[in-house]
């Protein structure tokens, strides 16, 4: 995209930074747009924003500032890493029918619902911070024993790649197997990884921590202070958050340039 900027919500600046720098793009903060609408005239704009808690209230900053950009450029594309909402719960579809509503011309997000993708009517490209997160691992295991992966059944498919990619040892267990299992594992020797897709808030990062692993990866990390405990967190920046090891910059920016 030429004559890009990026319009970033307060829930992303650190993915903001670099991905300004990967694509030479000027960085405008989402909630001050309106000061700042003739410096995007004729501009393609990139609005980046995660939706986390308080969901409603980022959807609404999101929104607004995409009313501003859609009025002022000559092409917009959403990039939403995260969206803190499930299918099943209902303000998943409300976030799709107001990203909708606003008519971008591409929607990218970051390992999303796949299931979930249907309910968009704007064209979805689907990215995944798993092989970044896989990649650290590789630069890191030879300080580590042999490793085990454990997933649970819903990300058993998830867990096969990884345990491939990283020729280790994958176990599927149950949620409320998942303590005895690792610590079994551990038993046996193994560096064990817990391999979750996203903990939507600091008590849910914790509760997963207790579980025991030496190592949690994931990709959404919707906590900005660290908590105790002494499983190590790899995360990303698909959100601001103390525990992004790796980024989706280069991944993210080589998709916007595509589209």
């Not at 909630?31 to 501009?43: K, N, P």
């Not at 994931?218 to 103390?242: E, F």
Request: hydrophobic residues 45%; neutral net charge.
């Amino acid at each position: 995209m030429r004559d890009l900027v990026i319009v970033y919500g307060s829930t992303v600046s650190m993915l903001a930074g670099k991905l300004a720098e990967v694509l030479r793009a000027r960085l405008y903060k989402a909630d001050r747009l309106r000061d700042v609408r003739r410096e995007i005239e004729g501009m393609e704009v990139l609005v980046l924003y995660s939706l986390i808690e308080p969901l409603r209230e980022h959807l609404t900053t999101l929104a607004e500032a995409a009313v501003v950009a859609a009025s002022s450029s000559k092409r917009m594309v959403f990039a939403i890493p995260y969206i803190a909402a499930g299918r099943r719960d209902a303000r998943f579809r409300l976030v799709a029918a107001t990203l909708d509503s606003l008519e971008a011309d591409h929607l990218i997000m970051v390992d999303p619902i796949v299931h979930g993708l249907t309910d968009f009517r704007t064209p979805v490209v689907g990215l995944s911070a798993y092989p970044a997160i896989a990649r650290w691992f590789r630069k890191s295991s030879r300080r580590m024993r042999e490793l085990a992966v454990i997933v649970t059944p819903r990300l058993s498919n998830r867990g096969e790649a990884y345990a491939e990619l990283l020729n280790a040892e994958l176990l599927v267990l149950g949620e409320s197997d998942l303590k005895d299992g690792i610590e079994r594992a551990k038993g046996r020797g193994y560096t064990v990884v817990l391999l979750w897709d996203q903990a939507r808030s600091c008590e849910e990062l914790d509760e997963l921590g207790s579980f025991g692993a030496d190592y949690m990866a994931l990709p959404h990390v919707a906590c900005q202070r660290k908590i105790g405990g002494k499983t190590r967190i790899i995360g990303s920046d698909t959100i601001d958050n103390p525990y992004a090891r790796v980024t989706v910059a280069d991944i993210l920016g080589n998709t916007i340039i595509a589209v």
